[in-house]
């Protein structure tokens, strides 16, 4: 399980914090490695995000749909993370601020 922090500058230069990050609720893996609502439409997508708290795989803003986003809107859950290749980075859609894997080290 990946624990997350704040980016050194959240992403925004108002350093935002974010509370969600402390939830007790273990991350869920993503439940696919596609986006299913643009495999139902036939449409292609531009990258994948994956919901922290269910694991639902939705498209990107920059997709078609921004299906990624409409399951926040729909499920309230807070936290998603990028399922690209290299991509090591989280978003929260509530303080809108960009989250990193916590180094242990």
């Keep these: 399980m990946v ?3 704040l980016r050194p ?3 925004r230069p108002d350093g935002r914090a974010c ?3 402390e939830s007790p609720e273990p991350e869920h ?3 696919s ?3 299913r609502q643009c495999v139902a439409l036939g449409h292609d997508w531009v990258a994948l995000r994956a919901c922290l708290s269910c ?3 939705g498209c990107c803003d920059s997709s078609r749909h921004g299906h990624a986003t409409a399951h926040f809107e729909a499920s309230g859950h807070p ?3 990028s399922v690209e290749d290299g991509d090591e980075w989280a978003w929260c859609f509530v303080d809108e601020v960009y989250l990193q894997p916590l ?3």
Excluded: E, N
């Design 3 to 5: 624990k997350w922090t």
């Design 9 to 11: 500058d959240g992403g």
């Design 19 to 21: 509370a969600h990050i």
């Design 29 to 31: 893996a993503p439940l």
């Design 33 to 35: 490695d596609v986006c």
């Design 55 to 57: 694991g639902h795989v």
């Design 79 to 81: 936290l998603m993370r």
């Design 103 to 105: 180094d242990d080290g």
